[in-house]
């Protein structure tokens, strides 16, 4: 089951819930069967003896641990941070950015890290908050894609990415028409695009107008050679969606639950095939699973404390 294989929770937990499940069961039958009964209280203490001592988790051993994945994003942010100011190359300005992208993008979507993560701006409906995205084309069991919440983070980040792409457009927008023949260079052009340059930042329009300077669109390849230095090694590329089905799946501080598993399914792609949500023969509800899904991802980034990126 893919939940399992990207997900977990503690042990704690699921012990907890299986007592709960059990008590239910038979505490109303419990004057017909007592040896149930009976059992049923020697498993009470057993779970309790359990809970005190355990510290394990069932599911996935991928997913990375809170505080590690906030102190990467803290060196993330320092990174892109310092980069993309007005007085750093310009491509080392467009491409932190995009790398803060793909990034957050991957945190706030639960999406897969595929080539052109972004997609095109008019992909995103800011109005309804929703984005419609098929990362599995190529599986046959589900050719259709989903709809993802998008989070008032992520909103007022992809605000900002646009509002950066418009500045950029308006100091070298002229600059980039002759280096890329281009008549005229608009932000869906640089949306989610890197500047490929190997070995150097070109200064001369020499330097510029090589062969080996490219407008590409983010992937998994550009990001981990980019980020090789900054995180370290063997940090695999769908590390941010083990985090986000572990934080989804564990029940919170302060008596919050976690999110229904079946909307987990739905915001993953992993529901069944004709049972998708939004599907006439869904059972899903769709207010419910766009409403709990969003504020639940709006929470998995507020418990990393993760700060927008700003220009000086």
């Known amino acids: 089951m893919p939940g399992i294989y990207y997900g977990g929770l503690p042990k704690t937990q699921l012990s907890s819930t299986y007592l709960a499940f059990l008590e239910k069961a038979l505490t109303p039958h419990s004057t017909h069967f007592t040896e149930d009964t009976a059992e049923l209280k020697i498993l009470q203490q057993q779970f309790k003896v359990q809970s005190a001592l355990s510290i394990g ?97 992520f909103i007022k980040t992809l605000q900002n990415y646009t509002a950066f792409l418009e500045q950029i457009i308006e100091a070298y927008g002229s600059f980039f028409r002759q280096v890329f023949a281009k008549k005229k260079i608009t932000v869906n052009d640089l949306f989610g695009k890197v500047i490929f340059s190997k070995d150097i930042l070109p200064i001369t329009v020499k330097e510029w107008q090589s062969r080996k300077i490219k407008l590409i669109p983010l992937s998994r390849k550009w990001v981990n050679s980019y980020m090789q230095g900054v995180f370290p090694k063997n940090m695999y590329s769908n590390w941010l969606r083990h985090f986000d089905m572990n934080f989804l799946m564990h029940e919170q501080q302060e008596g919050k639950p976690a999110l229904a598993f079946h909307l987990i399914q739905a915001l993953y792609g992993h529901d069944q095939r004709d049972r998708e949500a939004f599907h006439p023969h869904s059972s899903l509800i769709p207010n419910v699973y766009v409403q709990q899904a969003r504020q639940q991802l709006q929470d998995n980034v507020k418990s990393l404390s993760i700060k927008h990126l700003e220009r000086k």
């Open 57 to 153: 988790r069932i599911g996935s051993q991928l997913a990375l641990e809170p505080n590690f994945v906030k102190e990467q994003f803290h060196i993330l942010h320092r990174h892109c941070h310092e980069n993309i100011q007005e007085d750093k190359h310009i491509i080392n300005q467009l491409n932190a950015y995009a790398c803060w992208m793909w990034h957050i993008s991957l945190l706030s979507l639960a999406s897969r890290p595929k080539k052109n993560l972004l997609g095109n701006l008019d992909d995103y409906c800011v109005e309804l908050k929703l984005l419609y995205v098929n990362d599995k084309k190529n599986s046959k069991a589900r050719k259709d894609g989903r709809f993802i919440p998008l989070s008032d983070f």
